[in-house]
């Protein structure tokens, strides 16, 4: 008997070479390639080798009629925004998340919610026994619901019980790092045990109809463990975002083939599980200090959706060589390049001071056009001044020192009215974009004159006050 082939794949970017090494050549990691035995079988199913004979398959026009896509609405909202309207059937989806998060926890009040509409839900966990997802069920109140509950690692187990008895309308996988294959001599947890068994889940779940969410670990660095072409078998791939110091948990969409990208669910956790956050702007700026110096307001947009949210800087006079640079919720690279600005278009001195900026309320901002509320945080905390309360801002800054449009300006002024504020500090419209009559307007067309507007206004304080003081000596 032949002795099976080996090959060595890298665990952290799946890269497969002939010979073992200390570092990988594709990714540059070290000591991430195992060996593996692969398995005797083909893509899709067969043995391996040459290919029989296939049959051809018609052809459509891209102008054929399509009806709506059914879906299963779970009545949480913040996550049928996220997936687009709710579950398809036949749809896989990956979400991932860091230890502890609450990815468990929102799939299990999924599953107990489409089961409670008359749907066939199961439940097949890796990683804990059932006792101990009972108790997590008991905990949220949702012991009653009627979940298909199991505890099993195997795949080929799972896909036996799949076939056996009613399609169901929802499977969660907990978690695919978990699940083995029979046909690999691989440990659980490796590149191509992940990869085989997501296959196989996947293609029962467009076979038979079934909504798969599969809950996948995440490394260090953020990302979901595992090959990327695990992401690019899934149909979804949500990302459950968070602080393990703030109740408020994000999830976000960055692959859906059925809806947009770029909405996000806001959730609250509580000691009876996941609540939905109808208002998240009220939510993160709840805690806010109006008097306090590096505080601004920034009018953001989620997807569809206006978010406000608090931006805070200190700028602290720093002892070390190479001052200090210290940001949580935004890209580092973004905050060295408005400082820069600052400095060399302003004339805003840092290279002396240690710089911390924070979002508050654990959310992750990527726009741009967050750059304007950044400057004005970090000129208040150098200056020691505060800025106008009841003042929000928004607008993305180049390297001139020029602040330039965004999008969705009706949008962000309108959040901002609703929750009480008065004024904003924006972007010179372009032409035809009518102003916001029902708050006032500050159009900034640089860098310059934020920093005149925010130093001036103290200037004018102090004034006022010695003429105050003076006419009642």
């Known amino acids: 008997m032949a002795r099976p082939s080996t090959r060595f794949v890298c665990q952290s970017c799946g890269a497969v070479s002939g010979r073992w090494a200390g570092r990988c050549n594709a990714c540059g990691e070290w000591n991430t390639i195992s060996e593996e035995i692969p398995e005797n079988s083909g893509i899709a199913g067969g043995p391996a080798g040459k290919q029989a004979g296939g049959m051809a398959i018609s052809l459509e026009s891209l102008d054929a009629e399509t009806g709506d896509i059914p879906r299963h609405t779970t009545g949480i909202a913040e996550f049928d925004r996220v997936t687009g309207g709710g579950l398809v059937p036949g749809s896989a989806i990956l979400v991932g998340g860091e230890p502890g998060i609450g990815k468990s926890t929102l799939l299990l009040q999924v599953a107990a919610v489409l089961s409670e509409q008359g749907h066939r839900c199961l439940y097949f966990s890796g990683e804990e026994a059932t006792a101990q997802v009972r108790l997590r069920a008991k905990r949220l109140g949702v012991e009653r619901a009627p979940v298909g509950l199991g505890a099993e ?25 978990t699940l083995w294959s029979d ?22 779940a467009k076979r038979s109809g079934a909504a798969l969410l599969i809950v996948g670990h ?17 149909d979804t791939v949500l990302y459950f975002e968070g602080d393990s110091g703030h109740q408020f948990r994000i999830l976000r969409a960055v692959k859906n083939r059925f809806g947009a990208t770029d909405e996000i669910g806001v959730f609250e956790m509580k000691n009876n599980g996941l609540a939905e956050v109808a208002n998240p702007s009220e939510m993160f700026l709840g805690d806010r200090n109006d008097h306090s110096p590096g505080s601004a307001v920034f009018a953001g947009i989620e997807g569809t959706r206006p978010v406000l949210v608090e931006i805070q800087a200190l700028v602290a006079a720093s002892s070390l060589a190479t001052p200090r640079r210290a940001v949580v919720g935004c890209d580092s690279n973004r905050l060295a390049m408005i400082i820069a600005v600052l400095s060399a278009r302003c004339g805003l001195r840092f290279g002396a001071h240690d710089v911390y900026l924070n979002v508050a309320g654990g959310l992750k901002i990527t726009e741009p056009a967050a750059d304007l509320a950044i400057a004005s945080a970090l000129i208040s905390a150098l200056s020691g001044i505060t800025l106008p309360t009841g003042r929000v801002y928004f607008g993305e800054v180049s390297l001139s020192g020029a602040i330039r449009n965004v999008g969705h300006t009706a949008s962000r002024l309108k959040e901002a009215r609703k929750l009480g504020f008065t004024s904003a500090a924006i972007p010179v419209p372009v032409d035809g974009e009518a102003p916001d009559k029902q708050i006032f307007v500050e159009n900034l067309p640089h860098l310059g004159a934020l920093t005149a507007s925010i130093l001036g206004s103290e200037e004018v304080k102090n004034r006022d006050s010695i003429e105050k003081d003076a006419k009642n000596s």
Do not use: F
């Not at 036996?160 to 969660?172: C, D, M, S």
């Not at 191509?192 to 997501?198: E, G, L, N, P």
């Not at 995440?218 to 695990?230: E, F, L, M, S």
């Open 153 to 177: 690692t195997s795949v080929s187990n799972i896909l036996t019980t799949l076939e056996n008895g009613e399609k169901p309308a929802l499977i969660i996988i907990d978690s695919i790092q």
């Open 183 to 204: 046909s690999l001599e691989a440990a659980p947890g490796t590149v191509s045990q992940v990869r085989t068994c997501s296959q196989h889940l996947v293609r029962y």
């Open 218 to 234: 995440v490394t260090k660095d953020g990302q979901i463990a595992g090959p990327k072409v695990v992401e690019h078998m899934v």
